[in-house]
């Protein structure tokens, strides 16, 4: 009930005009911050929660859901967008377009094989912080 009045409201305040003007996109936002509100009410008072909220109690693993969270929104949106851009702006057709993730995809098979091995020579943080280094660096 959140996530729809949510995404409404965050999508259509990056649009200059909206069809209700910003009286819709605020209704929106307030509505799906009540309803967040009272997801976190009803699962921190639930016997057997859809989402027990203790998880988020250890630093660790919030981090990792942020970081997560983050990591994820900015691969998915690589993926989208990078195709379109191969095809529309320099003219690839779409096979070819998906050709030119070949050598990614290879790079993420190799290291998805390697990473038990890699997790016993450094710690997890190591790897993660590793990883978000290098991605970022990819990205910029």
């Known amino acids: 009930m959140a996530i729809l009045p949510l995404y409404f409201g965050l999508y259509q305040s990056r649009l200059r005009y909206g069809i209700n003007g910003p009286v819709g996109r605020q209704a929106a ?3 799906a911050l009540i309803m967040l509100r009272i997801f976190v009410i009803i699962e921190s ?3 057997y929660p859809t989402m027990p909220l203790r998880l988020f109690a250890d630093l660790e693993r919030s981090s990792a ?3 997560r969270f983050f990591y994820m929104g900015t691969m998915l949106s690589f993926f989208f967008i990078i195709p379109q851009a191969l095809q529309d702006v320099y003219g690839f057709t779409p096979l070819s377009a ?4 070949l050598p990614e995809t290879v790079s993420q098979f190799i290291v998805a094989v390697l990473v038990a091995r890699i997790s016993m020579r450094f710690s997890n943080t190591q790897i993660v912080m590793t990883g978000i ?3 970022f660096l990819g990205t910029v």
């Open 29 to 31: 936002l307030i509505f």
């Open 133 to 135: 280094i290098i991605t």
């Open 65 to 67: 859901y942020i970081t």
């Open 45 to 47: 008072r639930g016997k």
């Open 98 to 101: 998906a050709w030119a993730f």
